[in-house]
């Protein structure tokens, strides 16, 4: 088994566009997550308040890389481009971390960037993500797993 820090480094070793890579039909996106993840992976958006995701139903638990994909593709609807670029991983045992990373969004409708630093935590199954969670803000993300800033 490979070391779950150095994976999360190897996949994120250049800022991903999450819409291209969620994009149907995308052939180096369903690699990617062929490689990453496994086929039964446990795929998370863990909510923020309430006031920033009306209406989203792809918050909650999917099941499987399809299911994943559909979340994905649904939340990144209201974006023409979803970048996020890694800046911190934390080791939390042997299988599991938590990513630190930059997002840069621009809205599909008026063209407005934004900026927020997210979090996600991956748990390992051999060398792929057997268990993804993603959290909108970053100290939402180190608060729930323990982590100190």
Partial sequence: ???PVETVRSIFSQPLDM????AEGDAGGERLLAAAATSDIEFEF???PENETAGVSALGAHHGRAEM???W????QAY???IVELRE???LGELSVLAEVECTARTAT???EMRQRQGALFEFRGDQICRWQAWLHADDAKAALGVRS
């Fill in 1 to 3: 088994m490979g070391d």
């Fill in 19 to 22: 819409v291209l890579l969620s």
């Fill in 46 to 48: 863990v909510g923020p």
């Fill in 69 to 71: 994909l559909d979340a």
């Fill in 73 to 76: 593709r649904e939340w990144l």
């Fill in 80 to 82: 023409s481009s979803y």
């Fill in 89 to 91: 991983v934390h080791p």
């Fill in 110 to 112: 008026g063209d407005v």
